[in-house]
């Protein structure tokens, strides 16, 4: 069984940061692309960044300059630092990793159950 848990949301200040972190734990083999996804009240899940194996990182216009994705490999963990934050900002984060369970196994798409971030105005 493998679980991905996030921490580190919460309330800020338009302004401020947070610091997001997910780790995944249970029966990995290994863990290929990471990533940040968010969902706002009323509007479809968005993709907020993303992350390789090798650290290759990528994200949308929006979060540029103010959001950066990292990862430790040993700890199967990916963290997400969010600066500059904005009240649109506001929305439930999840991570999600593609990884395998055993070698012969094919990719799979693991979430994490979020954490709510709130920025106040």
């Known amino acids: 069984q493998v679980q991905l848990v996030e921490s580190g949301g919460g309330l800020v200040q338009a302004g401020g940061s947070l610091r997001l972190s997910c780790a995944a734990s249970g029966s990995i083999f290994s863990i290929n692309t990471m990533g940040w996804y968010r969902q706002a009240p009323g509007k479809q899940r968005e993709w907020v960044a993303g992350?390789?194996?090798?650290?290759?990182?990528n994200y949308p216009e929006f979060v540029k300059g103010r959001f950066t994705i990292s990862r430790d490999n040993a700890k199967n963990t990916v963290y997400l630092q969010m600066n500059s934050l904005k009240p649109e900002d506001t929305a439930v984060y999840s991570c999600n990793a593609y990884l395998k369970t055993k070698s012969r196994d094919p990719l799979r798409n693991y979430w994490g159950q979020g954490t709510q971030v709130t920025v106040s105005s």
């Open positions: 992350i390789s194996s090798g650290g290759t990182t």
